[in-house]
């Protein structure tokens, strides 16, 4: 049985008020970098966990995997990151994040896998940074999550929603703002976002959180 019977939208976007983005900070500056990408653009770890968001299990270490069908760049590699660090899921903030995605999607957290991605992107001058480089696509989830935690220095990030691959314009677009995210039915739609470059002179970074159920 799909989950999507659980919930009534096919895209919601929101912004939590009075979310302390600057707690976050410091895992972002640890994150390492991804190497399933080319370049030296991309940062990420990942985690699954089962319960509520005070009580969260961590689930045993195991590589992400999507099919070709869904990920055309890395579908079908088993794909290897390290875990979020303790520090972060037992953050408060972290734990409201968690329960905003429970309480949108009606699932039971006691029973579905919620996956949780931590990347950040950065563009280099003369060198763009792709969040989606995959293109539009699906995860192959029921549900995907983008949490907007910082934006700085950079021009782009544009989040888009499709009904299908090929649909122009897109159905949704928006730079989303720090503490704003959108929850997209990932059976029913498609996204992607916009590659960014620097706004200024330096680097420019993006910094998200991705939940899948």
């Known amino acids: 049985m799909s989950l999507l019977q ?11 008020s009075q979310l302390d983005v600057e707690a976050f900070a ?15 653009y991309r940062r ?19 590589y992400f995997e999507q099919s070709s069908a869904v990920n055309k760049l890395a579908g079908g590699i088993k794909r290897d990151f390290a875990e979020l660090e303790d520090d972060l899921v037992n953050l408060p903030e972290f734990q409201r994040l968690v329960a905003v995605f429970i309480d949108s999607t009606r699932i039971d957290p006691n029973a579905i896998e919620i996956g949780v991605h ?26 995907v999550g983008i949490f907007c935690i910082r934006r700085e220095n950079i021009t782009g990030a544009e989040t888009h929603l499709y009904t299908n691959p090929q649909q122009r314009p897109p159905l949704f ?20 976002t916009s590659a960014i470059r620097p706004a200024g002179d330096g680097q420019g970074i993006r910094d998200v959180f991705v939940m899948t159920a």
Do not use: C, W
């Open 26 to 40: 410091p895992f972002f500056d640890r994150l390492p970098r991804d190497p399933y990408v080319s370049g030296n």
């Open 6 to 16: 659980n919930a009534d939208f096919e895209y919601r976007v929101e912004k939590l």
């Open 118 to 143: 931590q990347i950040r992107i950065v563009a280099e001058p003369g060198q763009q940074g792709e969040p989606a480089p995959e293109g539009i696509h699906q995860d192959g989830f029921d549900f």
């Open 173 to 192: 677009a928006k730079e989303l703002q720090p503490g704003e995210f959108v929850l997209v039915s990932d059976r029913t739609l498609y996204h992607y």
């Open 44 to 62: 990420r770890r990942f985690s699954r966990f089962h319960g509520q968001p005070q009580r969260l299990t961590r689930l045993e270490h195991k």
